[in-house]
Nanobody, 126 residues
Framework: VQLQASGGGLVQVGGSRRLSCTAS????????MGWFRQAPGKEREFVTA????????IYAAPVKGRFTISRDNAKNTVYLEMNSLKPEDTAVYFC????????????????????WGQGTQVTVSS
C-alpha cells in the first residue's frame, strides 16, 4: 500500500493551500483517512479525519473552521483544504489511512492508522 501526499509549499499568512493524498488502499471506499502534522521539535498531532463514506468529519480545535477534509473515492484521493493559514500551521503534513471498522468510523490517533504517506511540507510565512 502506498500513500502519496502532495501540494505543500510556501504560503503567506492568511493564504490558502490544498493538499492531496492518493492512496492505493483497496477498496478505497473502505478506507478511513486522516491528516496529521508535525512541526520541528514537536510530536505528530492530529489535524482532521474522514470516515470511509465521507459522512463523518472530525477536526482538531486549532484548525476547525479553517481546514476542510474531503474525499473522492473514484480517484482514491483525500484532500485537505487549508484557509486562513497561520505561522503555527507550519509543519510537515502526513496523510494516513486504514480500513474503517464501519461506514462512519473516524480515527484521531497515529496508532490507529495502518498506512502513512511520506509527508509534504507546508510553510506559512509572515
Amino acid at each position: 500500500v502506498q500513500l502519496q501526499a502532495s501540494g505543500g509549499g510556501l504560503v503567506q499568512v492568511g493564504g490558502s493551500r490544498r493538499l492531496s493524498c492518493t492512496a492505493s488502499i483497496q477498496p478505497f471506499n473502505y478506507a478511513a483517512m486522516g491528516w496529521f502534522r508535525q512541526a520541528p521539535g514537536k510530536e505528530r498531532e492530529f489535524v482532521t479525519a474522514i470516515s470511509r463514506d465521507g459522512r463523518k468529519l472530525i477536526y482538531a480545535a486549532p484548525v476547525k473552521g479553517r481546514f476542510t477534509i474531503s474525499r473522492d473515492n473514484a480517484k482514491n484521493t483525500v484532500y485537505l483544504e487549508m484557509n486562513s493559514l497561520k505561522p503555527e500551521d507550519t509543519a510537515v503534513y502526513f496523510c494516513a489511512g486504514r480500513i474503517g471498522a464501519h461506514s462512519i468510523a473516524t480515527y484521531s490517533t497515529p496508532d490507529e492508522y495502518s498506512y502513512w504517506g511520506q509527508g509534504t511540507q507546508v510553510t506559512v510565512s509572515s
